[in-house]
């Protein structure tokens, strides 16, 4: 570009502190929903899982993976979604705070966009916010026990939304005897409840709700045709394989090893 002369206010850019996120790590931006008990009262979100509310998140999820090359897999349950960046990128030189508002901004916007695709019966009441957070991870295991971690506060949250949005719903209790009858039970208790009281079988649930969206990259074949015209010849159509990369999103455990092993390419060695 064109040089231009320096003000005498270009010195309060020193300002700026540096905030490169250490090099080798896996960098995760984290997204969370604003409020989001309210916003999905106030929207009319089905409990305990509102499914178009999901899919809406796991559409936002894919346009940042879309526009920010370098996310190698991402995670999401209820209002929150987790960006892994691949450990070698260089978007962004790194900053956290470009890395940390890209994400969220562009998460944002397309929640928005893309709502009435989702809640075709519901208006969007007013703008959504979502706050981000980045944090590095300096090895795989711990790159993994994060997801895992995140994957845990899905279940734990699931099996207690199911319970007592079945006592509220079929068994006629009103939110504070629901949680009043949950205090102090443990995983087992509530199985059974659910198992006893409304002949609801946790395992049998949907695991879209009980393990959250995985989303990662799928080489996928794609068969094109081309016209060509070679020298002296007519113009003719030819097929061509091109190899694209498409986003895959999976509701499986991902705490075990079998989905890093049939999907080894995500993370690095
Ligand atoms: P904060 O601003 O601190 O994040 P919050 O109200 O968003 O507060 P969270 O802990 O993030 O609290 O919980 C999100 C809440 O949003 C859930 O407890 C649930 O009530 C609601 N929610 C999110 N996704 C869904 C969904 N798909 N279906 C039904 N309810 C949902
Ligand atoms: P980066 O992604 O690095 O920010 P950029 O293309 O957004 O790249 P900026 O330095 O932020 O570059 O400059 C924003 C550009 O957007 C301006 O140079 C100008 O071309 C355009 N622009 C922004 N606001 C207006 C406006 N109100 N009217 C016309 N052009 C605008
Ligand atoms: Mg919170
Ligand atoms: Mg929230
Ligand atoms: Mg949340
Ligand atoms: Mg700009």
Redesign the pocket.
Known sequence: GVAMAKSKFEYVRNFETDDTCLKNCYIVVRL?????????EQHG??????KR??GLMARSAESVMDNMEDVCVAYGQ???FSFVFKRSTNLFKRRASKLMTHVTSQFSSSFVFYWAEYFTEQPLLYPPSF?GRVVLYPSNRNLRDYLSWRQADCHINNLYNTVFWALVQKGGLSTSQAEERLRGTVAGDKNEMLFSEFNINYNSEPQQYRKGTTLIWNMAEEVVTKKVKPANENEKEVHVTRTRRKIAAHHCDIIGEQFWEEHSGVLES
């Open positions: 969370d929903g604003r409020n989001f008990h309210k916003f999905s979100f089905l409990k305990p899982n509102d509310a999901l209820s209002d929150e706050d």
